[in-house]
């Protein structure tokens, strides 16, 4: 009975959820406390929801925060713009997870900086450049997504190996399919750079998870 009302929430705002949720409860439909658990959840959500636009909104105050990789500017300058790049598509995903309804789509200035970024040869700013297509390739707006899978595919098939980068995505707690096909279909060039036997660790304990796509990136590098 509760599992089939609970099903009428989806699609629903979440104050609308809090309303059929207390209503719920009073007229004694759904057990009292599992209603005043589920409140609390969503108010949380809604909180953090909040924290992250007002965040957003704070970043995009900073109208110069790109301009250091516009123009002739210090190293440092462009690493600072580097980082602030890589925390605002960090806010953005991180408040598309959070709502759904959030559009995630990259400013003018946002997009412009990320071309920039992906031009600029990665041994300049390997981890600035790391961190920043660690957020693009699970970024939840497909044309950005595909810009970073291309760019890293490019990487790769220059033999641009940053064994430190894909050590740091392979800790992450969600890994993409399509860098598991990156891993497997490069394995051989991951092998030639000692690569290979750095990451196998961790790729086996993706696999050990049950990750199909790790379970089948292992047996290339057995």
């Given at each position: 009975m509760e599992q089939n009302l609970l099903k009428n929430l989806a699609g629903k705002t979440a104050d609308e959820k809090i309303l059929l949720l207390t209503a719920w409860a009073e007229s004694g439909l759904i057990d009292a406390d599992m209603a005043g658990e589920m409140t609390a959840k969503i108010e949380q959500r809604q909180n953090q929801k909040q924290r992250q636009l007002q965040q957003i909104k704070e970043f995009e105050?900073?109208?110069?925060?790109?301009?250091?990789?516009?123009?002739?500017?210090?190293?440092?300058?462009?690493?600072?713009?580097?980082?602030?790049?890589?925390?605002?598509?960090?806010?953005?995903?991180?408040?598309?997870?959070?709502?759904?309804?959030?559009?995630a789509e990259l400013s003018p200035a946002e997009r412009k900086a990320l071309n920039i970024t992906l031009l600029v040869p990665p041994e300049l700013y390997?981890?600035?450049?790391?961190?920043?297509?660690i957020e693009v390739l699970k970024y939840p707006v497909?044309?950005?997504?595909?810009?970073?899978?291309?760019?890293?595919?490019?990487?790769?098939?220059?033999?641009?190996?940053?064994?430190?980068f894909w050590i740091r995505l392979l800790n992450r707690k969600y890994v993409a399919k399509r860098q598991w096909q990156q891993l497997i279909k490069y394995a051989d060039r991951f092998k030639i750079y000692a690569g290979g036997a750095i990451i196998t660790p961790y790729i086996k304990e993706w696999a050990e998870r049950g990750d199909p796509g790790a379970v089948e990136t292992l047996k290339a590098y057995q």
């Open positions: 105050k900073d109208v110069h925060a790109f301009d250091a990789l516009f123009k002739t500017s210090t190293s440092v300058a462009k690493e600072m713009a580097l980082e602030k790049l890589q925390q605002i598509l960090r806010l953005k995903r991180k408040a598309y997870l959070t709502d759904r309804y959030f559009n390997p981890i600035q450049i790391g961190d920043i297509l497909k044309p950005v997504k595909m810009q970073g899978n291309a760019y890293l595919d490019k990487l790769l098939e220059e033999g641009v190996i940053d064994i430190s």
